[in-house]
C-alpha cells in the first residue's frame, strides 16, 4: 500500500511508519521539517495549513493517517491551547480538501482523535466505562476546571472537521486514542517511568481516577487493523481493555522496575510538580475509563490487554534502550 502519514515524524508517528515501512508498504510522511527517516520512508514538506505540492501524494494513495497536532504535554496556557486547537484543526480541514480535489483519492482516512473527548469518569453515576455506543462526550461535567473543558472541545471539533469534508469515495475513521506507552525517550511511559525510579510514582490525589492506555505495539496493530477493515468507520477506541486506577497502574510500574516504595502526592503537589515539568495536570487528574467496544467487537485481539503485563514488557524494553544508550524518538 502507499500510505500518506501527516505528523508522521513524532513518536505515535515513529513506531508507526517504522512498521509500515518494515511489512513492504510505501510511507510518506508530511511535516513541516525535512529529516533522514528509515528506509522505505519519504518525506514531503508542509506546513500543515495550506494546500501545496504534498497534497499530489494524496492523488492514487491507499490510505492516509493524520497524526499531526501539537504535543499536549505543555502547559495548558490560553497560548498553548489555541495551537493544539489550531494545529489539529488546520490540519484536519487540509487533509481533506487534499482528498477532496483528488482524481483518485485513497480509499481510507484515519485521523487521530483522542479518548479525553469523553467525560470524566469520575462525574459518571453508573461507574461504567466509556465505548462508541454509551459513551458520554464531556463538555459539561460539574466542578471540573475550565482548561479541561477546552480539551473536550478540541478533541470535538477536531472529530467535526473530519466528518464535514466532502469525500464521498473516502472512508473516514476517527481514532479515539488513548494513553500511547512506548519505551523510546520523551514519552509518557518515560515520564512516569521516571518518576517510579526516583520513588515519586505513588498515588496522585488518592490515585482512584482511571487511566486508560494502550501498548504502541497495540496501537499499531489497530492502526493496520483498521487500514484493513473497509466496513468500519466513524469513531472507533484505540485503547487496551483494561483501564486502570492510577494509584494500580504506578503500583505495576515501581514492581516492574523493581521500586516496590513511592511517596503519594496531594492534589496541590502535583500542580507544583507538573508547573516545574512544564505539563499539566489534567494527564494525572482526569479520570479517563474507555473501552475499545468496537475494535472488540470486529474480532481484533490485543497483543497487551492488561497492564501488569505490557508494564513488564515496556520495562524490559526501557531497559534495552538504556544499555545501547539508544537516542530520543525522533
Known amino acids: 500500500m502507499k500510505i500518506i502519514i501527516p505528523g508522521g515524524t513524532g513518536q505515535v508517528g515513529g513506531i508507526l511508519r517504522r512498521s509500515l515501512a518494515a511489512r513492504g508498504d510505501d510511507v510518506v510522511v508530511l511535516s513541516r521539517r525535512p529529516e533522514q527517516l528509515e528506509p522505505g520512508v519519504r518525506h514531503a514538506v508542509w506546513d ?106 478540541i478533541a470535538r471539533r477536531w472529530e467535526e472537521t473530519q466528518a464535514m469534508a466532502h469525500t464521498p469515495a473516502t472512508r473516514k475513521v476517527s481514532l479515539r486514542t488513548a494513553m500511547v506507552m512506548t519505551p523510546d525517550r520523551g514519552g509518557v511511559f518515560d515520564y512516569l517511568s521516571w518518576m517510579a525510579r526516583l520513588g515519586l510514582g505513588g498515588a496522585v490525589a488518592g490515585g482512584r481516577q482511571y487511566v486508560s492506555w494502550v501498548h504502541g505495539d497495540d496501537f499499531v496493530r489497530a492502526a493496520e487493523f483498521l487500514l484493513a477493515r473497509a466496513d468500519l468507520d466513524g469513531p472507533v477506541i484505540v485503547a487496551a481493555p483494561d483501564p486502570v486506577e492510577q494509584r494500580d497502574l504506578m503500583r505495576s510500574l515501581r514492581t516492574a522496575w523493581g521500586r516496590p516504595f513511592a511517596l503519594p502526592a496531594t492534589r496541590l503537589m502535583a500542580e507544583v510538580g507538573a508547573f516545574a515539568l512544564r505539563t499539566d495536570t489534567e494527564l494525572l487528574l482526569k479520570s479517563r475509563r474507555v473501552v475499545p467496544g468496537r475494535l472488540l467487537d470486529a474480532g481484533f485481539t490485543f497483543a497487551h490487554p492488561t497492564w501488569d503485563d505490557a508494564a513488564r514488557d515496556l520495562v524490559q524494553r526501557a531497559r534495552g534502550e538504556r544499555r545501547r544508550g539508544a537516542p530520543a524518538a525522533a
Open 48 to 153: 500543515g495549513r495550506t494546500l501545496g505540492p504534498w497534497a499530489a501524494e494524496l492523488d492514487g494513495a491507499d490510505a492516509v493517517v493524520n497524526l499531526a497536532g501539537r504535543t499536549v504535554s505543555c502547559r495548558y496556557t490560553d497560548a498553548n491551547l489555541r495551537q493544539m486547537m489550531s494545529s489539529r484543526v488546520d490540519s484536519t480541514r487540509i487533509v481533506g480538501e487534499a482528498i477532496a480535489r483528488a482524481e483518485r483519492p485513497p480509499a481510507t482516512w484515519l485521523q487521530m482523535s483522542t479518548a479525553t473527548i469523553y467525560a470524566d469518569a469520575g462525574a459518571r453515576p453508573d461507574d461504567r466505562p466509556h465505548d462508541e455506543a454509551g459513551g458520554i462526550i464531556g463538555g459539561e461535567e460539574p466542578d471540573v476546571p475550565l482548561y479541561w473543558e477546552y480539551s473536550v472541545r
